[in-house]
């Protein structure tokens, strides 16, 4: 069955950085458009980034914009997302997610999310 683990979650200073990793199986990963989301306790789930199978599209929330990267390593069936600049109202739970369309609508399978806080 299709599998996604996020990893590299954690607690960092405003300003700091973070690296996401989220490694799938299950599914023929290279054909497969990307997707991280975020919720933030008491908030909606908010999209942060996707990128298409090939990798050559991408597209970042204007929340995020500058300072959030997605890319992914076909090879390593894994998505990443770095983020710089880290500030307290990035604090969430960040999910991968298969997504598909041009609005990168999110599918059925999803990681279980991995926390980051960040502190002030």
């Known amino acids: 069955q299709v599998q996604l683990v996020e990893s590299g979650g954690g607690l960092v200073q405003a300003g700091g950085s973070l690296r996401l990793s989220c490694a799938a199986s299950g599914l023929f990963f290279s054909n497969n458009d990307m997707g991280w989301f975020r919720q933030a306790l008491g908030k909606e789930r908010e999209f942060v980034a996707g990128?298409?199978?090939?990798?050559?599209?991408?597209y970042v929330a204007d929340s995020v914009k500058g300072r959030f990267t997605i890319s992914r390593d076909n090879a390593k069936t894994t998505v990443y997302l770095q983020m710089n600049s880290l500030k307290p109202e990035d604090t969430a739970v960040y999910y991968c997610?298969?997504?598909?369309?041009?609005?990168?609508?999110?599918?059925?399978?999803w990681g279980r999310g991995t926390q980051v806080t960040v502190s002030s």
């Open positions: 997610a298969v997504v598909y369309g041009s609005n990168w609508r999110p599918s059925d399978y």
């Open positions: 990128i298409r199978w090939s990798g050559i599209s991408t």
